[in-house]
């Protein structure tokens, strides 16, 4: 075979490097634009739980609501399948994956009671899924309780905050856990600046302190309320419990510093409500259950 002159022989080769060149970028686009591997969640669980509405008075009660919480339809860990109630109901839902059950009473007669039962079946995760990610804008906010924005924190996140979002998170959940003491059961919420000053607080303030330390280095981060459970299992109203998650670049993670609990056995958190105030969200401000009607009380069962 005849060989190329040198200035052609030049030419072919810079053109084979050129096409290697623009496959090695083809491909690499192709990496970074994929999409994320398809969810699993192979632990089935389900919970179940209930409510007891009464009309306390000796007139027949018209037009009474009623709202519940229903587990988040889907996070890293966990996704909601179905669910069966008692009662007829509609499904409201949210731009954060929160689920509420509202229902409507026409007529509850004089001194009624109503009992409302949920089952939810779930599958669940113990290492968290990639999803699709709306703009995380929104939990890099400061917001009631979660004052991201407070000097106090602002300050003690510089000093915790470095490095990537995972080991940024660890960072702070470290000194959580390690300066602020479980106070016990506390009613009213306090907040993430009521814990980083007193250096206590109950399950909601170890979330909020957490995940506002977070927001104030930059690394996204949402308050969560649900249970923690092991196995099937009947909820109850004293088993509510808050933690928060952060996300750490790709995925969100599980952080519960109260129970000193860093991405670990995340398949046993129950998600019921991504806690933020949006208008679409009639839970926010709420825990479990709220309702409307003179006369009426609700209670959760358990």
Not at 69 to 91: F, G, I
Not at 225 to 237: E, F, K, L, R, S
Not at 248 to 260: F, H, L, M, N, T
């Amino acid at each position: 075979m005849r060989e190329l002159p040198v200035n052609k022989r030049t030419l072919f080769l810079f053109a084979a490097c050129l096409c290697l060149l623009v496959a090695g970028v083809m491909l690499g686009l192709a990496f970074l634009n994929r999409a994320p591997r398809q969810a699993t969640y192979p632990v089935q669980r389900q919970i179940q739980y209930g409510f007891t509405l009464q009309n306390r008075t000796n007139q027949a009660l018209k037009n009474a609501e009623f709202w519940a919480q229903a587990p988040v339809k889907e996070t890293a860990y966990q996704r909601c399948e179905r669910l069966e109630v008692s009662h007829a109901y509609q499904l409201l839902s949210d731009e954060h994956g929160n689920q509420t059950l509202y229902f409507q009473l026409p007529e509850m007669p004089p001194f009624a009671t109503v009992i409302v039962s949920v089952k939810a079946f779930l599958s669940l995760s113990d290492t968290p899924n990639e999803l699709p990610t709306r703009d995380l804008k929104a939990y890099l906010q400061p917001e009631p309780f979660c004052e991201s924005d407070a000097p106090e924190i602002t300050r003690l996140a510089g000093t915790l905050a470095s490095g990537k979002p995972a080991t940024a998170a660890e960072k702070i959940f470290d000194w959580v856990t390690s300066n602020v003491q479980d106070s016990g059961y506390i009613r009213n919420e306090r907040g993430a600046l009521y814990a980083l000053k007193n250096k206590q607080g109950d399950c909601t303030e170890f979330m909020y302190l957490f995940a506002a330390l977070c927001r104030a280095g930059q690394i996204p981060a949402r308050t969560i309320g649900g249970y923690v459970c092991g196995t099937n299992t009947v909820v109850t109203p004293g088993e509510y419990h808050n933690w928060a998650e952060f996300y750490d670049g790709k995925r969100w993670r599980i952080a519960d510093p109260q129970r000193k609990n860093l991405m670990k056995e995340t398949s046993h958190y129950i998600a019921m409500q991504v806690i933020v105030d949006t208008p679409r969200n009639p839970m926010a401000g709420f825990q479990r259950f709220r309702f409307a009607g003179q006369g009426l009380k609700v209670k959760m069962n358990g």
